[in-house]
């Protein structure tokens, strides 16, 4: 995992591993990237932890930033990009590596309650959709103060019907809100940030990630044109199960 330099061409920086991602920190000028490649299992230092950066992450990365979020959220919601900052300083502002079973390198602990928002677009609008999205966190106005980090990661394109990624390479680009100690700071902000989000991706040819919550009427307005086999698949589902026993709302 390293830090990703300032106007890096997003093909050159996807093509340097097999698998790629990045984390934006929110009001700031920082991205990581996050390289996965396959290797053997006789590679050097394979399955070895760091103890000392295990202790360090989860008392000050888990607790300690849970403690923050949910004072700062209470008492300075407008020093969250002071926190965005000093958290990419203190775990992501050198490099990083390390070797392990694939599902323990894909897989991390999310560790406590969240909100989070999911939508895939055309990969070609990438650059756009998070210029929209930095345009709206900068914008004083809205006093939206982003948790961190907005994750960018790509999926190759697919021909399931009803899939995110169906007929296009694609961009995924998720949103957080953290709840500290299981307690949603402010409902009206979440809602105004994730709404915002929303219709900048639905203006974009985006689609939601199924496993997440979105508002159904953007849904209906803007996202269902861009399944092209949407009335086949309500077609099956109708015949399949007439009684809509497995529909939900």
């Known amino acids: ?11 050159k920086a996807l093509a340097q591993g097999d698998h790629v991602r990045f984390w934006w920190f929110p009001h700031t000028e920082h991205c990581v990237q996050w390289v996965g490649n396959h290797v053997s299992m006789n ?13 360090i992450d989860n008392y000050v990365g888990y607790h300690g930033f849970e403690f ?19 958290y990419f300083n203190l775990f992501f502002s ?23 928002n999911e939508w895939s677009i055309p990969i070609e609008r990438t650059k756009e959709v998070l210029l929209n999205l930095q345009a709206f966190l900068d914008d004083p106005n809205n006093r939206i103060f982003a948790h961190l980090p907005i994750e960018i990661r790509f999926v190759k394109k697919d021909d399931y019907w ?11 680009i998720g949103i957080i809100l953290y ?30 990630h199924w496993a997440k919550a979105f508002e159904k009427k953007i849904f209906h307005e803007k996202v269902k044109p861009t399944f092209p086999y949407y009335q ?14 497995f529909e939900n709302e």
């Open 1 to 11: 995992m390293k830090r990703l330099q300032p106007g890096e061409p997003l093909r």
């Open 43 to 55: 590679t050097k230092n394979f399955g070895q932890l760091n103890v000392f950066e295990q202790l």
């Open 68 to 86: 923050a979020l949910h004072h700062l959220g209470h008492q300075s919601p407008e020093s969250i990009p002071q926190l965005n900052e000093a």
């Open 94 to 116: 050198s490099p990083k590596e390390s070797c392990d079973i694939s599902y323990k390198q894909f897989n991390f602990d999310c560790r406590f309650a969240q909100f989070v």
């Open 162 to 172: 009803m899939s995110p990624v169906q007929g296009r390479d694609s961009c995924y």
């Open 179 to 208: 709840r500290p100690y299981g307690e949603t700071i402010s409902k009206e902000d979440y809602l105004t940030y994730f709404r915002a989000y929303e219709s900048i991706m639905a203006n974009a040819e985006g689609r939601p």
């Open 232 to 245: 086949k698949f309500k077609e099956l589902k109708n015949d399949m199960d007439p009684k809509k026993i």
